[in-house]
């Protein structure tokens, strides 16, 4: 089962523009993770933003959490040609002794030189 | 810099043959996760390994899938036999700790067609 549901499916914008993509999510969570993944390669992780926290930056990287919402967003600012690639959110919820990421579909992200 | 290495990069195998897939993470990582993406959708979560032992098979279809980290080192994933809905992109992943805790890091994967 996937909880994280990313929006939009596909963006496609020019280079230099900024891109934002959403992920919400239905059930309480302790941290939300967003992963990049280029084409037919494995995922990279880009950021990690735990339940207390409301933003986030990393470089070029922007993301904010609304638990009230249950919701998440990732700006990627001043876009490059390689930004392009599937974004995926993926949330964390402890059970017990464990806990284990649940990715959602993805976004996949196109930047037009 | 480290990476977790995967082989085989690609596979392609018949309906009903054994294929296995190898993964090797990253030197200390005690954790190791397997996972399986379809075309279009996010990776799903196959088995989780805390040094040798199994803490979350839940989405392992035991019937044809198997999974051992004999000495808490690499990995073995396989499927025996295997079907045309296995298609799909095999991903190893590691983490230094707990998942969900911190990042994890993910292996180029391998691609299995299933004829």
């Known amino acids: 089962s996937q909880q994280g549901e990313e929006d939009p499916q596909a963006l496609s914008i020019q280079e230099g523009e900024n891109a934002t993509m959403n992920c919400s999510y239905k059930?309480?969570?302790?941290?939300l993770q967003w992963y990049r993944q280029n084409s037919g390669r494995g995922l990279v992780h880009l950021i990690l933003i735990r339940s207390n926290e409301r933003e986030k930056h990393s470089g070029r990287l922007r993301v904010t959490l609304d638990t009230s919402k249950k919701s998440s967003s990732l700006l990627i600012t001043a876009s490059r040609a390689a930004d392009t690639a599937s974004y995926f959110c993926a949330t964390v919820h402890y059970t017990g002794a464990n806990s284990k990421l649940t990715f959602g579909k993805g976004i996949t992200l196109s930047v037009r030189p | 810099e480290a990476e977790v290495a995967q082989s085989p990069r690609y596979k392609i195998t018949e309906k009903s043959q054994a294929v296995a897939f190898w993964c090797d993470p990253i030197s200390g990582h005690a954790t190791l996760y397997w996972y399986r993406q379809i075309l279009g959708q996010g990776p799903e979560l196959l088995v989780q390994f805390q040094d040798e032992s199994v803490v979350d098979d839940s989405q392992l279809p035991k019937d044809r899938f198997s999974a051992e980290r004999l000495k808490g080192v690499d990995s073995t994933l396989k499927i025996q036999p295997a079907e045309l809905g296995d298609s799909a992109m095999y991903l190893c992943?590691?983490?230094?700790?707990?998942?969900?805790?911190?990042?994890?890091?993910f292996g180029p994967g391998t691609r299995l067609t299933v004829l």
């Open positions: 992943a590691s983490s230094l700790i707990l998942a969900g805790l911190g990042e994890q890091f």
């Open positions: 059930t309480s969570i302790n941290n």
